[in-house]
């Protein structure tokens, strides 16, 4: 089936640890995003990407880097400079830009 | 960037009521999507409704672009229909959500 696979599902981090989430999807989508939900909060965009070997920050992309060598690819790391990591990670990709998003399960990243 | 309102903040239903949610947003949109986030985070797709009315089973929505709102109606309301619901407002190559709202459907 097609669709937006995202892992692990729970993931958990050392401080002064670096950890990367994976995204992966077979929809051949052509952009593709990353989102940071706290608890009772919306989304908020941290990095998106229109295309092959580009990417954008979002709102909130200090701490966090992000690569798009492939277009079903797009892994997100959260480096040891986030301070406070601990949330929801949901990556989304849609058709082009303007056009409907559709999320994977995200991941839940903790502190050890 | 663009401000995304939603009312009520929470809501809770009796089985079989039915209700409707508000979005309000700050600027002029090229794309708006309605949620609904299930109780272990997935987020489910109801409508992409830049504009006008669109109807799926016992929700509706409607869009009024130029005073920019969006409402999304539920009747009948089933206990599955608990979560919350986010409206998601695209400009500027991204899209900036609202807080939500908290529905809670009781048997």
């Known amino acids: 089936d097609g669709g937006i696979t995202q892992s692990p599902k729970y993931l958990f981090r050392k401080e002064g640890q670096n950890v990367t989430l994976s995204c992966e999807q077979n929809l051949n989508h052509d952009a593709m995003y990353w989102y940071r939900q706290d608890p009772g909060q919306g989304l908020r965009l941290i990095y998106y990407?229109?295309?092959?070997?580009?990417?954008q920050k979002g709102d909130i992309a200090e701490g966090y880097s992000v690569s798009r060598e492939k277009k079903e690819s797009f892994p997100l790391t959260v480096t040891s400079a986030q301070k406070n990591p601990t949330a929801f990670y949901l990556c989304?990709?849609?058709?082009?830009?303007?056009?409907?998003?559709?999320f994977g399960d995200g991941t839940r990243l903790s502190i050890l | 960037g663009i401000q995304v309102e939603q009312s009520p903040p929470d809501l809770i239903l009796q089985e079989g009521a039915n209700s409707t949610l508000r979005c309000n947003f700050s600027d002029s949109v090229n794309n708006l999507q309605w949620f609904h986030q299930n109780p272990w985070g997935q987020l489910i797709n109801l409508f992409y409704?830049?504009?006008g009315t669109k109807q799926n089973g016992r929700l509706s929505a409607t869009t009024v672009a130029t005073e920019r709102y969006s409402l999304l109606y539920i009747s009948s309301s089933q206990t599955t229909d608990s979560g919350v619901y986010f409206c998601?407002?695209?400009?500027?190559?991204?899209?900036?959500f609202g807080a939500g709202t908290t529905v809670t459907v009781r048997a």
């Open positions: 989304a990709s849609s058709n082009q830009v303007n056009q409907p998003q559709h």
């Open positions: 998601a407002v695209e400009g500027d190559y991204k899209l900036s």
């Open positions: 409704i830049p504009s």
């Open positions: 990407s229109q295309i092959v070997n580009d990417f």
